[in-house]
C-alpha cells in the first residue's frame, strides 16, 4: 500500500518557521520527483515546490522563493520542506505529492501526481 503521511504543521506567527516532513512508503520512492502543494480555504490547491528524484533541481513558485528550501533524504523515504519568514498567507493545508513519471516540465500541475498525503495544517498568526 503506497502511503505519504506529512507532519510537523502547527501555529506559528508571522517571521517564524517550520519545518514539514513527508515519509514516503509503499514503493521506491527515489525514483519519483517529489513537490508540496498547498490549498488555503476557498481557493485551489496551488504549487509550492518541487524537487527532482535526484535531488539536483528544485522549483519554487514566485510566492515562497527566498523563504521555502524543499529537500529529500532518499535513504529514509522523506522530503522536507523547511519553511521561514512564514506570513499569514501562507496559511493553508500542505500536501506531499509524487510523480512516478520524472522529469516533467509542468511540476507546478497536480494533475501531474500520482500518489497523495493527506495533509498537515500550517496556521500563520499575524
Known amino acids: 500500500q503506497v502511503q505519504l503521511v506529512e507532519s510537523g504543521g502547527g501555529v506559528v506567527q508571522a517571521g517564524g518557521s517550520l519545518r514539514l516532513s513527508c515519509a514516503a512508503s509503499g514503493r521506491t520512492f527515489s525514483r519519483d520527483d517529489m513537490a508540496w502543494f498547498r490549498q488555503a480555504p476557498g481557493k485551489e490547491r496551488e504549487f509550492v515546490a518541487v524537487i527532482r528524484r535526484s535531488g539536483d533541481s528544485t522549483y519554487y513558485a514566485d510566492s515562497v522563493k527566498g523563504r521555502f528550501t524543499i529537500s529529500r533524504d532518499n535513504a529514509k523515504n522523506t522530503v522536507y520542506l523547511q519553511m521561514n519568514s512564514l506570513k499569514p498567507e501562507d496559511t493553508a493545508v500542505y500536501y506531499c505529492?509524487?510523480?512516478?513519471?520524472?522529469?516533467?516540465?509542468?511540476?507546478?500541475?497536480?494533475?501531474?501526481?500520482?500518489?497523495w498525503g493527506q495533509g498537515t495544517q500550517v496556521t500563520v498568526s499575524s
Open positions: 505529492a509524487a510523480d512516478s513519471t520524472p522529469g516533467s516540465t509542468i511540476y507546478y500541475s497536480a494533475r501531474k501526481y500520482d500518489y
